[in-house]
């Protein structure tokens, strides 16, 4: 009788103990090195993820899967292998990693990395804690509106003057161009949507196939997500860049880019030259 009165108490600890994984599309999560450095997932949508490494100072892109409190991370390609089609050892070194989901923290359990062309043997013991924590002011989920969003063949503006404005136009297959009128070039990558907020991932400048890899000039790989709401589209802002900005005298709610009404998608796509 006292085993399984024990038996009971164990199984049911567990039971509280274990935690749903929430959806994770749309948010961020960080593992601090430093005050100031850090670690990051982004889980894009409901299977794709963006990790950062600021060690190394390179992503990695993949997909994850969750399973009651544990959350699978697949790696697939590193952000600069496709420069190195011949010298895979300058590749990312790519694998899978298992966390632990509790209370908007995730921990990470078990590891297991591909490496000389087979996968290693799985570490589950490691010298310290890595725990990632949720941003909470990585503002993406919000619900500002119920339809739909769709951005194919249309053109965004975002007025520095009464003349000068910078623009996004976004294509109908995922890719999108914008410029910045301040610098003077422009910028192509790829887009996708989530609710009411639109990830943007810059792949290069216009300008930077002019200068080596490496240098200050290119303007490279970058990312940025814009929430809409009544109709305009607002950069997605910590608390502490709100701050700057109005240090500086500005009003961050007057940061946002409106629908070009006149323009009309020719059919064309607006490409990466």
Not at 156 to 166: L, R
């Amino acid at each position: 009788m006292k085993k399984i009165i024990l038996l009971f108490c164990v199984l049911l600890f567990q039971c509280i103990q274990s935690q749903e994984v929430p959806n994770l599309a749309g948010t961020k999560w960080k593992n601090y090195i430093t005050d100031t450095a850090y670690n990051y997932i982004l889980f894009t949508d409901d299977t794709n993820y963006v990790s950062y490494d600021c060690e190394i100072g390179e992503k990695v892109f993949g997909n994850y899967f969750v399973r009651n409190d544990t959350i699978l991370l697949i790696d697939k390609k590193g952000e600069f292998d496709e420069q190195f089609p011949n010298n895979p050892e300058h590749r990312a070194l790519l694998g899978k990693v298992k966390y632990l989901y509790r209370n908007d923290r995730i921990k990470l359990i078990w590891s297991q990395i591909f490496y000389m062309n087979k996968w290693q043997k799985p570490l589950t013991n490691f010298e310290m804690d890595v725990i990632y924590y949720k941003d909470k002011s990585f503002l993406i989920n919000c619900s500002y509106s119920q339809e739909k969003l769709l951005l194919g063949g249309t053109k965004w503006k975002f007025y520095i003057t009464k003349d000068a404005f910078n623009y996004i136009i976004f294509n109908p297959d995922s890719s999108y161009i914008s410029y910045s009128c301040e610098v003077d070039e422009k910028y192509f990558g790829k887009y996708s949507v989530r609710k009411d907020t639109i990830f943007l991932f810059q792949e290069k400048g216009e300008y930077d196939d002019e200068f080596p890899e490496g240098s200050i000039h290119r303007a490279g790989k970058d990312e940025e997500q814009l929430l809409y709401k009544n109709e305009k589209l607002y950069p997605a802002l910590s608390e502490e860049e709100k701050l700057k900005i109005k240090e500086h005298g500005f009003d961050f709610k007057k940061f946002f880019f409106i629908k070009d009404e006149e323009y009309k998608y020719s059919g064309k796509l607006h490409k990466n030259p």
